[in-house]
């Protein structure tokens, strides 16, 4: 991917670009995925990723009503993937109408590309969900 995180569209504009002084960098993602189960006011997600710089932070915060009100912090290791267990919050009593969504973002590795140039932001999609209550 280029230095705005793009991947680029094919093997011959990624070796231009680097031929022409162009920061490269590896692939690297982040996804949240809703659980399974959720709570009727909640929100339950686990977060993965890959391509991120060892010993930096994927952090996942969970948002109710625009307001954030528990994030995750995964540990990057080496191998610069994340698999964190599901985390989540719910309400009580259950408020039909919240809305709960859950981002994550991370660092990726440094570039291939020399010099070496630090990892850049990543993103992960959004989950959203809105309470339905009994």
Do not use: H
Request: charged content about 5%; proline content about 7%.
């Amino acid at each position: 991917m280029d230095a705005s995180g793009s991947q680029f569209s094919n093997e011959g504009a990624c070796v231009s670009s680097a031929a022409q002084g162009g920061v490269v960098y590896a692939l690297a993602g982040l996804t949240v995925e809703p659980s399974a189960n959720q709570p009727f006011d909640g929100l339950s997600v686990s977060t993965s990723g890959f391509g991120l710089a060892p010993t930096t932070f994927a952090t996942t915060s969970l948002l109710k009503n625009g307001t954030e009100i528990k994030f995750d912090a995964l540990v990057v290791p080496a191998s610069g993937i994340v698999n964190g267990s599901p985390f989540g919050s719910f309400a009580a009593p259950c408020v039909a109408g919240n809305v709960y969504s859950a981002t994550a973002t991370g660092i990726s590795a440094a570039s291939l590309s020399t010099p070496t140039m630090p990892g850049i932001p990543v993103t992960s999609n959004t989950v959203t969900r809105t309470s339905s209550c009994p």
